[in-house]
């Protein structure tokens, strides 16, 4: 797990991908800390060590069979009980399987704010009308399914979207997917939008 406090009445959550809290994911929580939010990035692997890219069939598997998205979700509303006292403002980021948790968290009255990368499975739970405002990262193409397809749908939701040149990835530098502009501009865009809400 990653804490880092800055006295802040501000804090963000961020939720990791499959691979675990890999150095992309400290990254983003240093830099985040460096703007003086809080930050807090849970581990949900059941392991100390994160995944290798190579992995990433294992570390699939790992998360659908023995982790689950609703474990995750129940983790974070915890964490959310926990800490609704200490701070004015709680915003969450999820990076792919960790945005579409981000997104299963929406129905939470006590955030301020989400910020999901590349959540393919945000496809599964359309219906749902989140509360706080929203803004959703997606590359140009996905593997599994239809970017613009989901994009129609959700944005009769009142949700910022913003597409990406690149791949699923595009935002970490240490995949072969990385996109060094797409990557600047979104966490720009992230900062704002947390600063703007």
Known sequence: ???????????IIVIHEIYGINQHMKDICQSLSEK????????FLQQGAPFDYSQEEVAYDNFMKNIGFTH????IKSLLEEIKDKYKKVYII??????????LCSKDENINGIVGYYGSRIRDYVEIDPLPPIMLF??????????DKLILC???KNIEIHKFYGHHGFSDPFSPKYNAKSAQEAFRKMVDFFLKH
């Open 36 to 43: 003086d939010f809080d930050v807090i990035c849970p581990n």
């Open 138 to 147: 997606f590359p140009q193409k996905e593997q599994s399914f239809d970017v």
């Open 72 to 75: 995750v979700l129940n983790k």
């Open 154 to 156: 959700l944005e009769e």
């Open 1 to 11: 797990m990653i804490n880092i406090e800055n006295n802040s009445d501000t804090v």
């Open 94 to 103: 999820g990076f792919s399987v960790g945005a579409t948790i981000a997104w």
